[in-house]
Nanobody, 115 residues
Framework: QVQLVESGGGLVQAGGSLRLSCVAS????????MGWYRQAPGKERELVAT???????DYVDSVKGRFTISSGNAKNTVYLQMNSLKPEDTAVYYC?????????WGQGTQVTVSS
């Protein structure tokens, strides 16, 4: 089992920045990759960014050049630096950890970008 706790969401004006953090606990040695997803009201949950054990990253096109995913030294922490935020980035952001074929999710943190 893996537990995930997110922090760092909030309200920010368009053009501003936020940094999300996610700390994993439990069987962290089974984690192959971590990432961030988001879900806006009335929309499906979508992948935002991922980072694997080797440090390779991937981003949805809409955030490339604005968001950066990184992991901490202990590898059980993942960050999402969000710059140049837009109102369309408003959503609940969920931390995800992949352990073999199992997906674990955090409780979500709200990010609201005002215009």
């Amino acid at each position: 089992q893996v537990q995930l706790v997110e922090s760092g969401g909030g309200l920010v004006q368009a053009g501003g920045s936020l940094r999300l953090s996610c700390v994993a606990s439990g069987n962290i040695f089974s984690i192959n990759a971590m990432g961030w997803y988001r879900q806006a009201p009335g929309k499906e949950r979508e992948l935002v960014a991922t980072i694997n054990k080797g440090g390779s990253t991937d981003y949805v096109d809409s955030v490339k050049g604005r968001f950066t995913i990184s992991s901490g030294n202990a590898k059980n922490t993942v960050y999402l630096q969000m710059n140049s935020l837009k109102p369309e980035d408003t959503a609940v952001y969920y931390c995800n950890a992949k352990s073999y074929i199992i997906n674990y999710w955090g409780q979500g943190t709200q990010v609201t970008v005002s215009s």
